[in-house]
């Protein structure tokens, strides 16, 4: 449980001085480890079967693993999505795995992550206010489940949910649970530009099956 802040030495004790409860990673170090590194491409030749990361997960186990991810399985789940447009709002919760999707969505599509605040997810009214009042002149996409976004148009009068995702939304990718053609219909509806099943049969067919259920 501890808290990680990002600052700089200079900054430290103006944030809120000695803590052991905090841990400080700080920026101007970060840079000059940055700056011990090549400039230009190092002649190193990465094979599909490399590995690019390693994640730590539960999934639905609840049983920690620790998984190695080739750089292949990088390129071909980033093949698989669907999902358009220039800004991603990243919805996944920063200790959940899922996150990692759209970090890797983000980099492969050269779309600008959008990370936001507790509040932003879980109340209705604040995702409305993130949009409207922060970011008027932006579209996104986002990846979601199917409750969670039938939790924020039910919450909307029509008027209002229509003016959200007409003016602010781009692609809506649906994950991690079934859903019925009702919904696409009412994302359809609402004004979404696309709509994208990504849920597998399975936590091993995520993706695998991904479709494009409408497109505008």
């Known amino acids: 449980n501890v808290r990680t802040i990002i600052t700089t030495h ?24 940055l700056e011990k590194f090549p400039k230009s491409n190092v002649n190193i030749k990465i094979e599909p079967s490399d590995i690019a990361f ?11 693993k620790i998984m190695k991810l080739p750089h292949c399985f990088i390129m071909d789940i980033c093949d ?17 795995d899922a996150c990692t999707y759209e970090y890797l969505i983000a980099l492969a599509k050269n779309m ?3 990370f936001v605040v507790e509040s932003v997810i879980t109340d ?7 949009f409207n009042h922060q970011i008027s002149d932006k579209s996104f996409s986002f990846i979601i489940t199917p409750t969670h976004i039938r939790t924020i148009i039910s919450y909307f009068d029509e008027t209002t949910a229509t003016k959200l995702f007409q003016n602010y939304i781009n692609s809506v990718q649906l994950v991690g649970e079934g859903f019925n053609l009702s919904l696409a219909k009412e994302l359809y509806k609402l004004g979404t530009t696309r709509v994208i099943n990504a849920y597998g049969p399975s936590e091993t067919g995520i993706s695998v099956s991904s479709a494009i259920l409408f497109d505008r």
Do not use: M, V, W
């Open 112 to 114: 600008c992550l959008h």
């Open 10 to 33: 200079y900054c430290k004790d103006k944030i809120i001085g000695e803590n052991d409860e905090y841990l400080f990673l700080y920026y101007d170090d970060l840079i000059l480890e």
């Open 124 to 130: 209705p009214n604040q995702f409305d206010a993130f």
């Open 54 to 64: 390693i994640l730590s997960s539960s999934g639905t186990t609840g049983k920690a």
């Open 80 to 96: 698989s999505c669907k999902i358009n447009g220039n800004n991603l709002l990243q919805l996944a919760r920063k200790n959940f």
